[in-house]
């Protein structure tokens, strides 16, 4: 069972009983789920995840204090903790009367604020290409086990892809650094001999075409840690990660170095089809760098789209 497994059953057997029973008029004004940070809220939980964070917990997401005032969300976060210290083995840790940063009561417009920066969850264009990846990814991951309110529901369909500007220019300089560091760089650090020169070079395109994976596949890039695993679920090149490890973890001398040329080229060729396929380049050649600056063109917003190539990098 993970994480997400796990706190529903917690609230299907415990929270759901004591909100019906204790706070029925709380009801039509609740969101309960889990999503946020942490492996679980991603399911990517697994034994190792359990050293820390891995309880049967969830949050419940409350409007402003006009709607719902402090005392009766202080009597909802104390019913919260007097739940069973232990379900399925599992113990839960202690909760500060006020609320835990990732699970009990929780103000929606206050858990947006600290994510995003933005109450409400509308952001402005500058504001989109400001806010790291994987903050929004955790805005959207896990699961609402119910939303009557709706609020944090219209939040998350809100935020759930990039608009389209945006995601042509993350993906036009992410495009351009792959052709930068592997097309380009990487055979020239070989030929100068700096072998360890060579693999930054590596690194900065396996991260730019884990970036540019993920934008051809409208989901947000989640933390570092997570994103081979994210990787394999991905429909679009999902299927690149043996050869993205491949690239950052073999040695750059004479038997791999050319392999490795070659496998950039043709992950390099696989994007390009990719971008063919969405619509997303006029370009026709196989020159990644055209692409990149095609995909550049498609911006509509034409002060974004003058602004540097690589001014989200």
Avoid at 21 to 38: D, I, M, R, T, Y
Avoid at 140 to 162: S, W
Avoid at 283 to 292: Q, V
Wanted: glycine share 8%; aromatic share 10%.
């Amino acid at each position: 069972m993970n994480g997400l497994e796990l706190s529903r059953a917690f609230y299907e057997a415990y929270g759901k009983p004591m909100l019906e029973e204790q706070f029925p008029q709380l009801l039509p004004l609740l969101a309960v789920g889990l999503f946020g940070s942490g492996s679980e809220c991603f399911g990517y939980d697994d034994e190792t995840s359990r050293d820390h964070d891995f309880e049967p917990a969830f949050c419940l997401f409350l409007p402003d204090e006009d709607i719902v005032d402090r005392r009766t969300a202080f009597l909802l976060e104390r019913a919260y903790a007097k739940l069973p210290r232990e379900f399925k083995g599992l113990l839960r840790s202690l909760t500060a009367p006020v609320g835990g940063p990732r699970h009990g009561v929780l103000r929606t417009r206050e858990f947006f604020s600290q994510k995003i920066g933005s109450a409400e969850g509308t952001l402005r264009l500058e504001d989109w290409l400001r806010v790291p990846e994987y903050a929004l990814a955790e805005c959207c991951n896990g699961e609402l086990f119910f939303d009557n309110y709706g609020e944090v529901t219209a939040i998350r369909q809100h935020l759930a892809v990039y608009p389209h500007d945006v995601r042509c220019k993350k993906l036009a300089g992410q495009l351009l650094l792959m052709v930068q560091a592997g097309q380009y760089n990487y055979p020239r650090c070989l030929a100068h001999g700096e072998t360890a020169a060579a693999q930054l070079a590596v690194n900065e395109f396996v991260n730019a075409a884990l970036a540019v994976i993920f934008l051809l596949n409208g989901r947000y890039l989640p933390f570092y840690k997570w994103q081979f695993r994210a990787l394999r679920e991905l429909p679009i090149l999902g299927d690149s990660g043996r050869v993205l490890e491949y690239l950052l973890c073999t040695p750059n001398d004479e038997d791999t170095a050319q392999e490795k040329q070659e496998l950039i080229e043709e992950l390099a060729s696989k994007v390009i089809t990719a971008l063919q396929e969405q619509q997303l380049t006029d370009a026709i050649c196989g020159d990644l760098e055209k692409h990149a600056y095609s995909v550049n063109d498609r911006i509509g917003n034409a002060e974004l789209r003058n602004a540097h190539i690589l001014m989200t990098i």
